[in-house]
């Protein structure tokens, strides 16, 4: 792998986007270094991945505008659905991905960063779909997302003003969980991961099926999802450990549910 790095230890998986000098933007070799890196992830062994940016200014600052700019509408469309298949893969992982978003986060970054489960960010980060003024629009599931985790409203603003925004805005715009001074990132998130990791792996897993299933039908439906991934839960050895340990009250073992993934 050229521009994607995968470290992996107990039970995390951190994975860097590797193409500084470009400031991590996506061309096509880094997205099917990505899809390749996330098909090679034991979601059996690994509990949550961390998706960051190599180097202290960049998150993923957009996809290769160099290599988009000759396209035809047939290759913009190929393009596109190779950024969305690889994004739907994160989304779908069976295990949560947090974005640790390390500076700008534009474009497809903004965009990779909105197909994780959670988003923290440093306090130099970026955020923005800059595409209508390059004279395209967000390609890679922005339209999409954006409004799924703003509202429609401040989706729209950002999205036709193509406004950057920093971090304390994205914050108090709900687009991300918490701010960090940049050296403290990568901690938060390892952090935020291992206590992912601490809890029952079928149980976390059923709820990330739960939530993004869930959000795309209408509440009957969404709770009809809900049961049959709760009863899915039991005779699992994470459900006999998890609530034995609760029943015996032991405290100490509560702590440390769930040693092994039971199917
Ligand atoms: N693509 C390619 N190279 C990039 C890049 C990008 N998005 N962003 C930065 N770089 C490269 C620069 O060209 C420069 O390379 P050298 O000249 O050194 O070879 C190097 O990274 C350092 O960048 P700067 O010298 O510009 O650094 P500064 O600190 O001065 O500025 C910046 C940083 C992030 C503000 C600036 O680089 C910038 O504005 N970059 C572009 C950001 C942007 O507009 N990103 C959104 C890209 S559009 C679609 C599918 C997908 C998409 C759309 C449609 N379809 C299917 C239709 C997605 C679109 C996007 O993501």
Known sequence: MEFIKLDVE?????LTINRPKALNALNSQVLDE????????DTNEVRALIITGEGEKSFVAGADIGEMSSLTKAEGE?????????????????????????????????EISMSCDIRICSENALFGQPEVGLGITPGFGGTQRLARLVGMGMAKELIYTARNIKADEALRIGLVNAVY????????????ASRI???AP???????KAINDGMQ???DDALVIEEKLFGDCFETEDQK???????????????????????
């Not at 107990?10 to 951190?14: N, R």
């Not at 990505?34 to 992830?41: R, V």
């Not at 001074?181 to 935020?192: D, G, I, R, S």
């Open 10 to 14: 107990e039970k995390i998986a951190v």
């Open 34 to 41: 990505l899809n390749e890196t996330l098909d090679g992830i």
């Open 78 to 110: 190929a393009f596109g659905k190779k950024g969305n298949d690889v994004f739907r893969k994160i989304e779908a992982l069976p295990i949560p991905v947090i974005a640790a978003v390390n500076g700008f986060a534009l474009g497809g970054g903004c």
């Open 181 to 192: 001074p940049a050296e403290e990132l990568m901690n938060a998130a390892k952090k935020m």
């Open 197 to 199: 990791a601490m809890n």
């Open 202 to 208: 079928i149980a976390v897993r059923n709820c990330k």
């Open 217 to 219: 039908v209408n509440i």
């Open 241 to 263: 450990a998890g609530m034995g340990n609760f029943l015996e009250k032991d405290k100490e073992k509560k702590l440390k549910v769930v040693p092994f993934v039971n199917r």
